[in-house]
């Protein structure tokens, strides 16, 4: 039985390997090569009729469609380029003579113009984030290329509205403590969003220089550590409700509080009904004590005199022990609604924001509601590991 068990076990693994390993026949392999050569001259005739230069090809890595397992070939080669020290890339088939492709070369000077049109609108523009066109990626071994902002038309300094507007774009023009939010006239980008309903322009500003470089770039509440406030242009496309689209201008100033080292805000910003007190965590019964390891963190009581929700940031470098053992750590939160007293606690690993803090949200519906919470070690259930599994399999085998 076991010399069965070991054959159906070899088998198992040679189909696995020959399937996951992507391996091309030996005519498969030969069209690739012949795919990628001809890609390669389609990429420098494109490029010399679309800007009328010659670009080197310095990587050409043929695109592949993904199975369940394995991956299949295509036709289509994405390529990385260079003209006069700069880097581009290009994505085009070569599978027969085209210059049907589609490149980046203009990424920066599509994005200098739309920094130049949002200063113009709110100026101390500190960086632009553009994602227009289309994408593409290909890897081959450890060489992997991921290409944004692909585009085929050609941009002559005139038709930037109508080139992105094409495509599913969205753009953030990012500041530093600015009041963009205050701003009151957006027409000028009213060609590009009014009716688009692919469209989002942001502009956002950030608390701090190194808040820009966290990368963070959707508007949330649980965000607001890092955003000070923002305006989001888009179009809100026609749904059940409505035949038409309309024409939106958000603004939000995210008003942060800091209290006892950690920060706070309140969704609609009606801070001054929420108070917020440390508290000795006295009865560990409130906690659940049989979840509860250690206390980490001190613990707070924290009450509104109305509805409301809240979200906290806490700083992780203040819980002890996270940086030696945090896989066992609990946000455990304690609530008392209408008198019913609910325990709650879930992992701090699925709670920290750039590896700086712990975000967590709660809602409060009245003037009789509070809860407590503080940090803990604690019992955290695991998921399914791939080791277990191997484990299970390896004791399987030897029966």
């Known amino acids: 039985m076991k010399n069965n068990r070991k054959i159906v076990v070899l088998l198992i693994l040679m189909i696995f390997i020959l399937f996951s390993s992507g391996c091309d026949s030996r005519k498969q392999r030969e ?3 012949s795919n990628i050569k001809g890609a390669k001259a389609n990429a420098a005739n494109y490029i010399k009729e679309k800007y009328g230069f010659e670009a080197t090809v310095k990587t050409a ?10 991956s299949e070939p295509l036709t289509t080669v994405l390529l990385e380029m260079e003209y006069c020290g700069k880097i581009f890339n290009v994505y085009i088939d070569g599978s027969y003579d085209n210059t049907d492709g589609m490149d980046n070369y203009q990424t920066d000077e599509i994005k200098s113009a739309l920094k130049e049109l949002a200063d113009d609108t709110v100026s101390g523009v500190r960086d632009v984030w553009i994602d227009s066109g289309d994408n593409a990626s290909a890897s081959k071994g450890d060489i992997h290329i991921f290409a944004r902002n692909m585009f085929s038309d050609y941009y002559d300094g005139t038709n ?6 094409e495509h599913n774009t969205e753009i953030v023009f990012e500041y530093v403590q600015t009041d963009v939010y205050k701003n009151d006239d957006w027409s000028a980008w009213d060609g590009l969003v009014e009716n688009n309903v692919d469209m989002s322009v942001k502009f956002i500003s950030y608390r701090s220089q190194e808040a820009l470089e966290n990368g963070i770039i959707r508007v949330e509440e649980r965000y607001a550590v890092y955003i000070d406030n923002y305006c989001s242009l888009y179009n809100e496309g026609p749904n059940i409700y409505k035949d038409s689209p309309t024409y939106v201008v958000e603004t939000n100033n995210y008003v942060l509080h800091e209290t006892n080292g950690f920060y706070y805000y309140v969704v609609g910003n009606e801070n001054e009904n929420v108070k917020i007190t440390e508290i000795e965590p006295y009865d560990l019964s409130l906690w659940d004590s049989d ?3 250690k206390v980490v963190s001190p613990a707070f009581l924290v009450k509104a005199d109305k509805e409301c929700e809240i979200y906290i940031f806490y700083p992780i470098s203040a819980i002890d022990a996270y940086n030696t053992d945090y896989t066992d750590q609990a946000v455990a939160v ?3 609604n209408d008198g019913e007293t609910e325990y709650r606690d879930f992992s701090l690993i699925d709670s920290v924001m750039c590896e700086e803090y712990s975000v967590s949200r709660h809602c409060l519906e009245g003037e009789d509601d509070f809860f407590y919470f503080m940090y803990t ?3 955290v259930e695991q998921d399914f590991e791939p080791e277990g599994f191997f484990k299970f399999f390896k004791a399987w085998y030897r029966l």
Do not use: A, D, P, T
């Not at 890595?61 to 394995?70: D, F, K, N, S």
């Not at 930037?160 to 507007?165: A, D, N, T, Y």
């Open 377 to 379: 070690q604690g019992i």
């Open 31 to 33: 069209i690739n090569k």
């Open 334 to 336: 304690c609530y008392r």
């Open 160 to 165: 930037l509205f109508e080139m992105i507007s």
């Open 291 to 293: 979840r509860v390891k």
């Open 61 to 70: 890595i043929l695109e592949r469609r993904g199975m369940w397992l394995g």
